[in-house]
Antibody
Framework: EVQLVESGGGLIQPGGSLRLSCAAS????????MNWVRQVPGKGLVWVSL????????RYADSVKGRFTISRDNAKNTLYLQMNSLRAEDTAVYYC???????????WGQGNMVIVSS | QSALTQPASVSGSPGQSITISCTGT?????????VSWYQQHPGKAPKLMIS???NRPSGVSNRFSGSKSGNTASLTISGLQAEDEADYYC??????????FGTGTKITVL
């Protein structure tokens, strides 16, 4: 079955930067759009960003636009999220998720916690 | 993009049917047949239960069904079971070529 494994999270001070990675396996990574979705513990899911299969097209939620950058390395089957100018409100579990059939996010990683605090 | 509106909680007894609503706008739910539903147990990743309004992925029980009318989508769980107790989220593709999620509904099996 599809496997998505996030890494790179942790504790970071406000204003700092962090890069999340998502290692994909058991599917043809280069053929799929990919997403990042976040969730504050105890709260709802919030879509963050998406990237198309070859990396030429990206979209962002207004709350992260200009601070976060999504990218991918299809040779390494890896998705990234570069997070700059981090704020306390960016504290959340970040999920890597695959875009499946049109208009659908189908498989999710286990999530990676990011805590922005001094 | 504002979150889609779901009821905060719904409860039912084992064997009953329950329905969760998901209300958006013509720019998301009403504009596309790209509504999905996810089940999330505590501490776990979301699991896709319904795609494209009413399609069940392989392996998902046929007790789960989806529909849409105008700007409101619905998820129905029939024959409610203890294992169905979880949080449920809808999502929709949007006119901005992004996604938006619902506010989430906690299902309690009495």
């Amino acid at each position: 079955e599809v496997q998505l494994v996030e890494s790179g999270g942790g504790l970071i001070q406000p204003g700092g930067s962090l890069r999340l990675s998502c290692a994909a396996s058991r599917f043809t990574f280069s053929s799929y759009w990919m997403n990042w979705v976040r969730q504050v513990p105890g709260k709802g899911l919030v879509w963050v960003s998406l990237i198309n299969s070859d990396g030429s097209n990206t979209r962002y939620a207004d709350s992260v636009k200009g601070r976060f950058t999504i990218s991918r390395d299809n040779a390494k089957n890896t998705l990234y999220l570069q997070m700059n100018s981090l704020r306390a409100e960016d504290t959340a579990v970040y999920y890597c998720a695959r875009g499946g059939i049109p208009g659908t996010i189908d498989y999710w990683g286990q999530g990676n916690m990011v805590i922005v605090s001094s | 993009q504002s979150a889609l509106t779901q009821p905060a909680s719904v409860s039912g007894s084992p064997g009953q049917s329950i329905t969760i609503s998901c209300t958006g706008t013509s720019s998301d739910v009403g504009g596309y047949n790209y509504v999905s539903w996810y089940q999330q147990h505590p501490g776990k990743a979301p699991k896709l239960m319904i795609s494209q309004v009413s399609n069940r992925p392989s392996g998902v029980s046929n007790r789960f069904s989806g529909s849409k009318s105008g700007n409101t989508a619905s998820l129905t769980i029939s024959g409610l079971q203890a294992e169905d107790e979880a949080d449920y989220y809808c999502s929709s593709y949007t006119s901005n070529t992004t996604y938006v999620f619902g506010t989430g509904t906690k299902i309690t099996v009495l």
